[in-house]
């Protein structure tokens, strides 16, 4: 099984009021049950936003320098994700579909590498 983070960005999700949050919410949970009982789900935790950001840091000369809040240069920022082991690339498309249908905003997939792996360069060479 290979493991997957499914995300959105908030930049993606447009205005909505409090009610369609509700049920988009009670929809989401719906996708989220489904991934439980067919046990891919490997953890979620809700939405992510500003309000959500404790600190940023950032290295200066070597040395890790903590910022309240997030990171000023910022302009997108992670809304939400949830992480999954299924198979293979199509399973992940599958689930992030129905998180993308519920919600009806954009997904990603990222496809972790396994423990230990390192990016490739386009030659194929580490």
């Not at 950001?53 to 240069?73: H, I, L, N, R």
């Not at 249908?101 to 390192?118: C, K, M, S």
Request: hydrophobic share 35%; with cysteine; net charge negative.
């Amino acid at each position: 099984m290979t493991e997957y983070m499914i995300t959105f960005n908030d930049e993606w999700v447009p205005e909505h009021t409090a009610e369609e949050l509700r049920e988009k919410a009670t929809a989401v949970r719906a996708v989220v049950e489904e991934m439980q009982v067919d046990g891919v789900l490997i953890f979620t935790n809700g939405g992510l936003d500003r309000s959500t950001a404790v600190c940023s840091v950032e290295p200066v000369d070597g040395k890790p320098v903590f910022t309240d809040g997030p990171y000023v240069e910022t302009k997108e920022h992670l809304g939400g994700f949830v992480v999954v082991d299924v198979p293979d690339d199509a399973a992940a498309r599958y689930w992030a579909g129905r998180l993308a249908t519920v919600l009806d905003w954009p997904q990603e997939v990222h496809r972790f590498r396994g423990p230990g792996q390192t990016r490739r360069n386009d030659s194929g060479e580490r």
